[in-house]
């Protein structure tokens, strides 16, 4: 296809710009760019390279390669006769074994009617490099200075801080300091030491206390150096500091805790030896006095109802009305208590043995022993834990002796602790000339029960059975299941006449157990002898036993189902 007029207006001009770039020597001796100082370079349509001289020959080996987006749209605008720059142009060059950085500040100006595009490029990789050399270098001084304290100050002749880094200290702003008067920052005012913060003569790792904003003490690790004026004048100081109350703060915990294990120690060393849990609180109790000091110490174990129950005791116990209110306290499920009065303080903690309360420890001081401080907190804490043990400890031993002392079943005494008891109720009655009855207890048609129902339906019977014992007597009087179906009763302050009412009373209240019956026609009932005690007579506790039981056979014999009040000693029976 043939050329029109226009397009070959625009060749003919193209092939002028190349004329003049290579053949007329821009960059040759007196050529127009021959001492400019940078790169030269002038590229056609498409980023062609038309003549570069020395300093160009990175920028034009990067368009050959086609490797610079950036370069190759300016030199478009170039040639739509718009001037572009870029800067930086970063490019890479190979220089042996190693690739240099390069950079350059780039003006690409239309060129020849705008057939060609002039690329002036000014080399700035030295330059970039001392500004990023000195950046880094500002920032490692920053990062130094940063991580040899916590920050950096300057006060001048009068006390004033005058500069603060950036990030403030202690909870105040660098605006809230600079200006502000460095020795109201101090705890103690009075020292006669002289504070970094106006110091003469450089000072090295200096400790002062000073106040955080928020009220609360630091401890400061200070280094400072004097300044002066152009005339060798004092004129203020310059310095770092580093917040070491953390450090502080652990050394003196530290020497909290050597504290609360001598302590600890002690108390346990007194009380280690005693094997017997209820020894063992006296032992604390008395031990507490003495260490802390305190005024007196009391131990408290919680029952099964939730009541507690005072289980050691030494020294003297406040007042009720400051006592018995913090514990109510701590029964309610508070953990601590301290109380303040005038006639002294008072300090009480639950005590737990596997996350489970179990008692309290009570600590009183009167006012001329004072408050109780964080020490003692933390050392009675650590006492009560061991008192939450003894606790449990004491709780478990009295369980073994009630297990070891009780029926399983029934709950009610056994036979062995039921005959030790009566030895010794009998023989205190018979001092004090109380009187009292014996009651021997036995089921009727029991045995068919088990027969035709089975065992278990049998201990549901005897289950019932001591249920109705516990609801028919009083607290001190002894029920015991002797063995078998045969139970028994010690009742005291009873006359003879009573006794009798009491056992038709517990064979009116047993008449429920008929719906345990094992045949309807043999229903279960009662038969009970009573053999009461006269101080007067000199009868044993087995001859009391032995006449009561005579009395229930002879309800056996007689039909069952009913009482029977045993005679006198030698007497015939009723």
Request: glycine share 10%; net charge negative; charged share 25%.
């Amino acid at each position: 296809m043939a050329k029109g007029p226009a397009r070959k207006t625009v060749d003919e001009a193209y092939d002028r710009a190349v004329e003049e770039a290579v053949d007329l020597g821009l960059f040759a001796v007196g050529g127009s760019f021959e001492r400019f100082p940078g790169a030269v370079l002038v590229a056609g349509r498409n980023g062609m390279v038309l003549a570069a001289n020395e300093s160009a020959a990175p920028i034009a080996a990067l368009l050959q390669q086609g490797r610079s987006e950036d370069l190759r749209a300016a030199i478009h605008s170039a040639l739509s006769g718009r001037a572009a720059q870029i800067n930086p142009l970063l490019l890479a060059r190979e220089d042996g074994k190693r690739t240099v950085g390069l950079a350059y500040d780039m003006a690409i100006l239309p060129w020849g009617s705008g057939t060609a595009a002039l690329l002036l490029g000014r080399d700035i990789t030295l330059e970039r490099s001392l500004r990023s050399a000195l950046i880094e270098s500002r920032q490692r001084y920053k990062d130094l200075v940063e991580a040899s304290s916590d920050f950096a100050w300057e006060a001048d002749a009068s006390g004033r801080f005058i500069f603060v880094s950036a990030q403030g200290a202690l909870g105040y702003s660098a605006a809230e300091l600079v200006g502000a008067q460095a020795l109201d920052l101090l705890v103690d005012t009075t020292s006669d030491q002289e504070s970094p913060f106006t110091t003469r003569a450089p000072v090295q790792e200096v400790e002062m206390w000073v106040k955080r904003s928020d009220g609360e003490s630091a401890c400061l690790l200070a280094t400072a150096l004097p300044l002066s004026g152009p005339d060798g004048e004092w004129c203020g100081a310059r310095g770092l500091c580093r917040n070491i109350t953390a450090e502080r703060t652990h050394e003196a915990a530290l020497a909290g805790d050597r504290n609360r294990e001598r302590l600890l120690a002690y108390i346990l060393g007194i009380v280690r030896d005693e094997m017997d849990p209820a020894h063992m609180l006296h032992a604390a109790a008395g031990a507490l006095v003495p260490a802390l000091p305190a005024t007196g110490a009391s131990i408290y174990r919680l029952d099964e109802s939730g009541a507690l129950i005072c289980v050691a005791q030494a020294g003297t116990l406040p007042p009720d009305d400051v006592l018995e209110p913090a514990l109510q306290r701590i029964a309610d499920g508070e953990e601590q208590v301290e109380q303040a009065v005038p006639s002294g303080a008072l300090f009480a903690k639950e005590t737990r043995f596997q996350d489970e309360r179990n008692g309290v420890l009570c600590l009183w001081r009167n006012g001329a022993i004072g408050p109780w401080h964080s020490e003692d907190r933390f050392l009675l804490t650590e006492i009560a834990g061991q008192i939450g043990l003894a606790n449990h400890q004491f709780t478990r031993q009295q369980a073994l002796e009630e297990a070891s002392s009780t029926d399983p079943l029934t709950g009610l005494l056994n036979r062995r602790c039921f005959v030790e008891a009566l030895e010794d109720r009998y023989m205190r009655g018979a001092e004090q000339r109380r009187g009292a009855a014996l009651f021997f207890i036995d089921l009727d048609n029991f045995k068919l029960v088990n027969d035709t129902h089975g065992h278990q339906r049998g201990d549901m019977v005897l289950a019932a059975l001591a249920r109705i014992l516990h609801e028919q007597t009083r607290s001190r009087d002894l029920a015991a299941r002797l063995g078998g179906d045969e139970f028994a009763l010690y009742v005291e302050d009873i006359s003879p006449d009573a006794a009798e009412r009491k056992g038709r009373e517990l064979i009116l209240a047993a008449e429920g157990l008929k719906e345990y019956s094992g045949d309807p026609g043999r229903p279960l009932g009662l038969s009970i002898g009573i053999a009461d005690c006269d101080p007067d007579r000199q009868e044993t506790p087995d001859e009391l036993v032995e006449r009561a039981d005579q009395a229930m056979y002879a309800v056996k014999r007689h039909g069952k189902g009913g009482v029977s009040l045993a005679p006198p000693p030698g007497k015939g029976r009723r």
